[in-house]
């Protein structure tokens, strides 16, 4: 497995938090448990969603504490149908073990290509986050006496 350095991004530019991941909008389950059951669908939308929100990608795709096939099929769900990541996990629990091991290895996989193109870039980027605010030239001075 190819590792990546962790990347910070402020969360109000995380397109995931934009576009109400978190809030409390709800879509109707019914309609999420189809759209996660054909796997096709559910599948598509995780391949996009990886490309269409790379600041949010970027800030939890790196990020190893997180579980990243979790988020990434939250953020399909969110992405395509507007789902909430708390209905996201509600649903989830409902579905089939098979649909579930499937949704999985496509997730990873997802997630396995996403690295690997983003490889070059994450490292170009590494100074992103806070980092990003330091200026080069300007040093504190201690005035000791």
Same mark, same amino acid.
């Given at each position: ?39 096709? +669908?559910?599948?598509?939308?995780? /391949?996009?969603?990886?490309?269409? =929100? ?6 939890? *795709?790196? &990020? ?37 091991? +499937?949704?999985?290895?496509?997730? /990873?996989?997802?997630?396995?290509? =996403? ?6 870039? *994450?490292? &170009? ?21």
């Amino acid at each position: 497995m190819l590792e990546v350095k962790r990347v910070y991004t402020p969360y109000w530019e995380w397109e995931d938090w934009i576009n109400g991941m978190y809030g409390d909008l709800l879509i109707d389950q019914d309609e999420l448990l189809r759209f996660m059951s054909d796997l096709n +669908k559910f599948g598509s939308a995780m /391949q996009e969603v990886s490309n269409e =929100w790379p600041r949010a990608m970027l800030n939890s *795709l790196t &990020n190893k504490s997180i579980n990243r096939v979790a988020f990434l099929g939250q953020c399909g769900c969110c992405y395509k149908i507007g789902a909430t990541a708390k209905q996201t996990k509600s649903a989830w629990k409902l579905l089939t073990n098979d649909t579930r091991t +499937k949704a999985n290895i496509i997730a /990873q996989q997802i997630i396995d290509r =996403w690295t690997i193109q983003h490889m070059q870039e *994450l490292e &170009n980027t590494k100074k992103l986050g806070k980092n990003d605010a330091t200026k080069v030239g300007y040093q504190m001075k201690l005035h000791l006496k």
